[in-house]
């Protein structure tokens, strides 16, 4: 599936049913919110944190899709189409970026 595939299905879904967008500030609020519950997996699981008893049935790629699907319907409430935005994304990176980390002793 294409990333615009991704996001007309979840457009279709959204409208029969979710029945309706929430507002682009709710959605970011969400967004927001969905990033957090994957930091906090991050924590555990990679960094220092323990988990909590409450954190047994976690699943980070669950909470990932969470992350994709807010964001591809932030996507579609401003007319933004993922496929083509990454591409350009990509584009410009590696223009900008060209010799600038083959050049970074940090990352030798």
Do not use: P
């Not at 590696?94 to 990352?107: F, G, P, V, W």
């Amino acid at each position: 599936m294409t990333i615009t595939e991704a996001q007309e299905t979840i457009d279709r879904w959204i409208n029969t049913t979710g029945i309706r967008y929430f507002n682009e500030l709710t959605n970011t609020a969400i967004l927001m919110e969905e990033v957090g519950e994957v930091a906090r997996i991050m924590a555990r699981k990679y960094g220092e944190q323990s988990f909590k008893k409450s954190d047994e049935d976690i699943n980070l790629a669950d909470e990932m899709a969470d992350v994709l699907f807010v964001l591809m319907c932030l996507a579609n409430q401003t007319g933004i189409n993922l496929d083509e935005a990454l591409a350009k994304n990509l584009e410009k990176k590696t223009i900008r970026d060209a010799e600038r980390h083959q050049n970074n002793e940090k990352l030798k």
